[in-house]
């Protein structure tokens, strides 16, 4: 699966406008700032080496739909909708540093040695500063936005989501990694290792079969 330069131009442009509709000026200064800075890469990185999203616009398209689905929630409950488009844009942002990606993708030295959480919270706390009188406190969330993203110490978070908008990105992420491989599983026509019929072949990551609805 790869994201065409069309369908990248047209998920640039949504993040862009979701960008331009933040009320918060700090947010949307950093916001741009890093987008801006990052822009050759973040177009056209893959969101991981294997598990989602492992193709050319990945991250991108990743980015996009935490937005989407996190900003719903986010509404729903009250939360701050801002600050769930930022943990959206900003909670991978590390991977621009983890990963290279040229034909192929793999694990960079800093990547193996540091990883994207903390090499996000650098990229975050690099870009507040660099805007004279960013408020301390909106910094402090949005670097525990990036750093409880994974929403469990065993799975690689150095603290667990303590806020609305942090439990609402660590789900919605999650949410969004898995719903890939669901769909990417059902789809998987004529690979041998599918299955065949209304039952896919045994997923290893997901635990199970998956249910093929309308399929004799
Ligand atoms: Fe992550
Ligand atoms: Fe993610």
Redesign the pocket.
């Known amino acids: 699966m790869t994201a065409g330069s069309r369908a990248v131009d047209e998920m640039w442009e949504q993040l862009q406008a979701r960008i331009r509709a933040v009320a918060n000026p700090w947010l949307r200064r950093l916001l741009e700032s890093v987008v801006m800075e990052n822009a050759e890469r973040l177009r056209k990185w893959p969101?991981a080496l294997t598990v989602h999203h492992a193709y050319a616009g990945g991250l991108l398209e990743?980015i996009l739909k935490?937005a989407e689905v996190g900003q719903a929630v986010a509404v729903a409950y009250a939360a701050d909708p801002d600050l769930v488009l930022a943990g959206a844009v900003l909670?991978?942002i590390g991977k621009l540093e983890e990963l290279h990606h040229d034909d192929v993708t793999t694990y960079t030295r800093e990547g193996n040695l540091i990883g994207h959480i903390t090499l996000g919270v650098m990229i975050v706390r690099q870009a507040a500063s660099a805007i004279p009188s960013f408020p301390s406190e909106l910094r402090a969330h949005l670097e525990h936005l990036v750093v409880s993203?994974h929403g469990d110490r065993k799975l690689g978070s150095p603290v667990e989501p303590m806020t609305t908008e942090a439990f609402i990105l660590s789900a919605v992420?999650d949410l969004?990694?898995t719903l890939f491989q669901v769909q990417q599983h059902l789809t998987q026509d004529g690979d041998p290792d599918a299955g065949e019929g209304e039952f896919t072949a045994y997923h290893p990551r997901l635990r199970r079969v998956l249910f093929r609805r309308g399929v004799r």
């Open positions: 969101a990743h935490v909670h991978d993203h992420d969004d990694a």
